[in-house]
C-alpha cells in the first residue's frame, strides 16, 4: 500500500512511487505535494508543534480542496461516467481532514491513528479510485505530459 511504517522512532511515511501516477503529469505533481504535507503533518505532531501542524494542515487542507476541484473539473468536462462516486469519496476524505483538523485545532491529544488512518485512505484512493480515471482521462485527449517547473499546489507549502 505504500505506506512505510519506520520503526526507529521516525514518522511512519507515505512515500511516493510510480504505483500512485496516474500518468497526468499535473496532477501527479499534486499528491507528490499532498504526500509532502502529510508527512510534515506527522513529523510536527510528533513534536508536539501545534503551530507548525496547524499550518501545515491547514495548507494541506487548501491544496486537497484545490486538487478535488481540478479533478472534479476535468470529470465534467470529459463526462466521466463514475463522477459522482469520485466527488463523494472526496467528500469523504475532506471530512477525515477535518476531523483531524478539529483535534489539532483543540490540540487534543495527537490522533496519531486517525492521521495513519488518513494516510492510508488518501494511498489507496490515488492508486485505487484515482488510477479509475486515468485510462479514461487518456482515452480523452489529455496527455501524460512532462511536470511543469512549478505546480499551483507549490504555491501552498
Avoid at 470529470?75 to 469519496?89: A, S, T
Amino acid at each position: 500500500m505504500n505506506l512505510v511504517i519506520y520503526q526507529n522512532g521516525t514518522t511512519p511515511s507515505l512515500e511516493w512511487d510510480k504505483s500512485l501516477s496516474v500518468g497526468i503529469a499535473e496532477l501527479d505533481d499534486q499528491h507528490k505535494e499532498m504526500i509532502d504535507l502529510l508527512n510534515e503533518l506527522h513529523r510536527s505532531l510528533l513534536k508536539s508543534d501545534q503551530v507548525q501542524a496547524r499550518k501545515i494542515l491547514d495548507a494541506l487542507i487548501q491544496c486537497t480542496q484545490i486538487h478535488f476541484s481540478v479533478e472534479e473539473s476535468l470529470m465534467q468536462i470529459l463526462n466521466y461516467p463514475e463522477y459522482d462516486e469520485h466527488k463523494y469519496r472526496h467528500s469523504i476524505l475532506l471530512v477525515e481532514m477535518r476531523k483531524l483538523q478539529s483535534r489539532v485545532k483543540n490540540w487534543q491529544q495527537a490522533d496519531y491513528e486517525r492521521l495513519i488512518l488518513l494516510k492510508t485512505s488518501f494511498s489507496r484512493h490515488f492508486m485505487e479510485e484515482d488510477k479509475d480515471y486515468s485510462a479514461f482521462f487518456h482515452n480523452h485527449g489529455i496527455e501524460k505530459k512532462k511536470s511543469s517547473s512549478r505546480s499551483l499546489l507549490g504555491l501552498f507549502g
